[in-house]
């Protein structure tokens, strides 16, 4: 008859292991909780990161944007638009003719991409935040208006406190003939334009966008009826997949519909793809710090032969003798994985409170690093950890049956 499992756990565990061993158990659960708690630190830093650029993209993207397939721009007329309107959950549509252009200031020019925008654009107040200096103003009183971006402001030296000195609009004139004279003035389209306002969001917008009426665009690239995009604006955000849905259907496979995910995809799939090697490469150091408490069952198993062959002596079954070494094992792992969780939890935590952690930027549009915490971050570490930990243990304790 075989020794009953919890007297043979309660005879083991009150033989003492040497304090060598002792300690090889403490520093493999040491190094588990440091392992947990990075992964979880920066698993979350970069779901933070992710959010604070969708953030960044929902202050100057479109929630839907409507482009061709083929081609930089399509004919778009009253009879197109009133067809897209009448989807519902549709709240409004902005025309807009974008293409780079040359800006003059005084001394000063500079190529950059301009935005013609029609009036639809300021109505839903997508620069409201952004805005640092001037007013949102694109036309009024026959006149032109542009808002720039800061870095455009910086490079060209736009004093908006200067109310009659014009930016110099610079565009290439369509033309069937096969030279072009580009010394000549003539050569170009040249519209002047007033700064109203300067806008700051992110470098690359800052540095490369201006927006300027529809109609200015319009004169200057000489588009008539085309346009490079429509940008739409959703009654609702949970309506934004049934819109986008709809709209493919009713234009075809020749217009590309995209969300504000779909506008930056590349640059989203390759923080998902950066973090998705950092885990890997966290999980491979939590794998080699599971290889301490591989050493520390191997020499428990020898410091425990005598006791081992007591058990068996005793009429313990071989699988009982494994589960008291898997259970060492699991104790140790267990211990370091919730440990790490719970401290990877409070310092997450205290940075969305308190931001103590400065990316050291100056002039960066956040202090801190951002943070943001799912709760499937925390499940794949600890199920990642428990596996790796478990499968330290379980050759140790099979040795240590066999050797008997």
């Known amino acids: 008859m075989n020794l009953p499992f919890f007297i043979a756990k309660r005879y083991f565990f009150a033989r003492k292991k040497t304090s060598f061993i002792s300690l090889i158990s403490f520093i493999s659960m040491l190094g588990v909780c440091i392992g947990t708690m990075a992964l979880v ?3 979350s830093v970069f779901n933070g990161l992710e959010e604070f650029q969708k953030g960044l ?3 100057f993207d479109a929630e839907l944007k409507v482009s061709a397939v083929k081609g930089k721009n399509f004919a778009c007329n009253e009879a197109f638009l009133q067809k897209l309107q009448k989807i519902e959950g549709i709240t409004s549509i902005t025309q807009v003719i974008q293409e780079s252009a040359l800006l003059r200031y005084k001394d000063a020019q500079m190529v950059v991409t301009l935005k013609g925008v029609d009036e639809n654009f300021l109505k839903q107040e997508r620069l409201k935040k952004s805005l640092i200096d001037g007013v949102p103003k694109l036309g009024g009183t026959g006149l032109n208006y542009a808002i720039v971006g800061s870095g ?6 736009i004093d908006l406190d200067a109310f009659f000195v014009p930016i110099e609009a610079w565009y290439p004139r369509n033309t069937h003939s096969k030279t072009l004279d580009f010394h000549s003035t003539d050569a170009f389209n040249r519209l002047n334009v007033l700064p109203s306002g300067i806008f700051a969001i992110e470098q690359d917008y800052d540095n490369n966008y201006a927006f300027v009426p529809l ?3 319009q004169e200057l690239f000489e588009y008539g009826n085309k346009r490079t995009s429509l940008e739409i604006q959703v009654k609702n955000p949970t309506q934004i997949a049934s819109v986008q849905e709809q709209l493919k259907e009713i234009l075809g496979k020749g217009f590309l519909v995209q969300n504000q995910d779909e506008q930056h995809a590349s640059l989203l799939r390759a923080i ?3 973090k998705l090697f950092v885990f890997l490469t966290l999980s491979f150091i939590i794998g ?3 290889f301490n408490i591989f050493f520390s069952l191997s020499m428990l198993a020898i410091e425990k032969k005598p006791d081992v062959k007591t058990l068996i002596a005793m009429g313990a079954a071989t699988g009982a003798i494994k589960k008291i070494f898997l259970y060492e094992g699991a ?3 267990l211990s370091g994985a919730f440990t790490g969780l719970i401290l990877g939890f409070l310092i997450c935590w205290l940075q969305q409170i308190y931001g103590f952690i400065s990316m050291g930027i100056i002039g960066s ?3 801190a690093y951002p943070i943001k915490m799912h709760p499937s971050d925390f499940f794949f570490t600890a199920v990642v950890v428990i596996f790796m930990t478990l499968c330290a243990s379980y050759f140790p304790a099979q040795r240590a049956v066999e050797k008997q």
């Open 41 to 43: 630190i920066v698993l």
């Open 57 to 59: 993209f929902k202050s």
């Open 152 to 157: 455009i402001a910086f490079t060209l030296g």
């Open 215 to 217: 109609e200015f665009a």
């Open 272 to 274: 998902k793809i950066e």
């Open 288 to 290: 080699i710090a599971s």
């Open 331 to 333: 104790i140790v792992a």
């Open 365 to 367: 549009l956040v202090d």
